[in-house]
């Protein structure tokens, strides 16, 4: 265990040395407040409520998916795999002692940690600031059922991400695959459109895929809604979570032997 | 240790048309070579031995390496290293080799050597004590103490290669892969690494085998050489040997400080010749006196005297055993 704590710890590192980017990460984050503040403001001056959120509700929904957004960083463990197979430089991680995929998902956490410290930082600086109406639940188990549905979410994306990069193996260019991912993921995950105002045939279609508990179903639960569905959300994460573990196991193990180290 | 028998890699190799028609050609119907980078290869090597792989580009030093660490997995034949299959990738396997490409790192570039080797400790789970025993030993023997805590990317190539060498040598792995390592490096850098492995063999008893273009790395430090041309084993056997046989000129390079007509010494090969530079082989074991002729005979700016090219060597093992 000791092992992928120290890759956690060597990527947190390695993030703290870009400054520049913290920076950005943290405008970036405060802009989106900025956003939501101005958009639902307006949204909200003429209704009371709208789709059952009130104009708090929905403020908060909002910082919540979009840093879960933010700090979802999986999308670079498919892009890193797939570049070092093609440039044949994934060799570095056969030839040390460790499990490929838990390598990719404690580095992940370790990049994941930074944004984390710093665009949270951003976020309650700035709530505070202009004293926006916040409006999250005070209920601990509602609030420990969030964390365990983000976590699992989180490193439900990474082993996503993991199984697109490897895929690298067989098609060498998969920019059609992560194209397609990035695409279906923003919507599903509700960090577009609150997945509310779609059909409920729609959502119920969802429910079984996991992108929904990844930052909607997390964000609705800090705000006191949807608790009914956070069982449910738990026990199909860690299903899909298991799978994937299998999956990309029997993937890397079958995909890997094509690989010709080739590149460089 | 080292054990294989009519290992065979095959590579598939993709094919396409110059020009635009022929790459919208290739979508519709794609074409693969194939490519054998090693062909029927038997090779034993047994522990604390010092082998030297030798051959031209593409010869197939490469492929080998990568099938011996695991990277790759073989075509047909027998491979063993340690009692283990390699590409089966087993932990217990890598715990106890290392391998380090010339154009690969393991090092993070962003952060200090001394954050990748607090890595690989932990990597590697490396007691405490052993690891500071192995980080100090190491680092003496490369005197780079005054450059563990500066950031790689900032490093020279050579400070760098030897930072690798380090990372991959402190968790004391019984055999050391290495591929082309000193590639690209000066003089001086070349001999520290010379030194330092030769050390490392000695010592540390770890079993090494290198690949490399350059004849002094292999002369100075593997007693026995392997060489492979076009996938195939050519030589296997005592470097000494290998090269009183084949190692038949050195090719000298006279700088004239001004205009000079030349005389070609008797015995000697003109490779290029101008009223200021003229380089030429000369026979190998008189090398050294036309070396001193040339430099009382003619005014001089500069002399080089360089080892026969690897290229060369084995073009005359090839050609000797074809006509055998």
């Not at chain 1, 490193?155 to 695409?183: E, P």
């Not at chain 2, 011996?68 to 390699?86: F, H, K």
């Amino acid at each position: 265990m000791n092992k992928y704590l120290e890759v956690a710890k060597i990527s947190f590192k390695a993030q703290i040395v870009y400054i520049f980017d913290v920076c950005i990460a943290a405008v970036y984050m405060v802009t989106k407040i900025l956003f939501a503040y101005v958009l639902w403001g307006a949204v909200f001056r003429e209704n009371e409520t709208v789709a059952g959120f009130t104009y708090p509700a929905m403020f908060t929904y909002y910082i919540f998916s979009s840093f879960l957004s933010q700090i979802e960083l999986s999308g670079n463990v498919s892009e890193e795999i797939s570049s070092s197979i093609r440039r044949g430089t994934f060799s570095k991680f056969m030839v040390i002692p460790a499990g490929t995929q838990t390598y990719f998902i404690a580095q992940t956490f370790g990049v994941m940690l930074f944004y984390l410290v710093f665009i949270l930082a951003a976020s309650v600086a700035w709530t505070v600031l202009f004293r926006a109406r916040f409006m999250m639940t005070s209920n601990p188990v509602l609030i420990l059922e969030a964390i365990i549905m983000i976590i699992l979410g989180l490193v439900f994306m990474i082993q996503l991400n993991y199984f697109l990069g490897i895929l690298a193996f067989k098609y060498l260019d998969i920019s059609a695959f992560l194209m397609i991912k990035s695409n279906v993921v923003a919507f599903i995950t509700g960090s577009l459109v609150p997945l509310s105002l779609l059909p409920d045939a729609v959502i119920t279609v969802m429910r079984i895929f996991p992108f929904y508990y990844v930052t909607y179903l997390p964000s609705m639960l800090l705000i006191g809604k949807n608790t009914e569905e956070a069982l449910t959300g738990i026990i199909v994460l860690s299903a899909w979570f298991l799978l994937f573990t299998v999956l990309n196991k029997i993937a890397y193990n079958k995909l890997r032997v094509i690989y010709d180290g080739v590149g460089i | 240790m080292i054990h294989t028998k009519k290992l065979t890699k095959t590579y598939r190799l993709f094919e396409k048309e110059a020009g635009l028609s022929g790459s919208i050609k290739s979508l519709f119907n794609r074409k693969y070579t194939y490519k054998t980078a090693l062909s029927d290869f038997d090779l034993d090597i047994s522990e604390g031995e010092f082998v030297g792989l030798i051959g031209p580009n593409g010869a197939g030093k490469t492929t080998l390496i990568k099938l011996l660490t695991g990277i790759i997995a073989p075509t047909s034949g027998e491979i063993s290293v340690l009692g283990y299959y390699p590409n089966k990738l087993e932990n217990s396997f890598k715990m106890q080799y290392a391998v380090v490409m010339g154009q690969k790192s393991q090092l993070f570039f962003e952060l200090t050597a001394a954050d990748t080797f607090l890595l690989f400790k932990e990597l590697y789970n490396i007691p405490a004590d052993v690891y500071q025993k192995n980080l100090d030993y190491f680092v003496s023997l490369f005197d780079v103490g005054d450059l563990l805590n500066v950031q790689v990317r900032t490093l020279s190539l050579g400070e760098r290669m030897k930072m690798e060498l380090i990372a991959a040598l402190l968790h004391s792995p019984r055999v050391l892969f290495l591929d082309e390592p000193t590639i690209g490096l000066d003089a001086v850098a070349q001999r520290q690494i010379r030194m330092f492995l030769r050390d490392v063999n000695k010592e540390k008893g770890t079993t090494i085998i290198l690949t490399s273009h350059y004849m002094e790395n292999i002369k100075s430090l593997c007693k026995r050489c392997v060489v492979i041309n076009q996938g195939e084993k050519i030589y296997d056997g005592s470097t000494d040997f290998l090269f009183e046989k084949y190692q038949v000129h050195k090719k000298i390079t006279l700088h004239f400080a001004e205009p000079t007509d030349f005389a070609l010494p008797q015995g000697c090969e003109i490779i290029e010749k101008n009223p200021l530079k003229c380089a030429f082989f000369a026979p190998f074991e008189s090398t050294q006196q036309i070396a001193y002729a040339m430099m009382r005979q003619y005014e001089l700016s500069d002399i080089t005297i360089e080892e026969d090219e690897i290229g060369s060597v084995v073009e005359r093992i090839y050609n000797n055993r074809a006509g055998e």
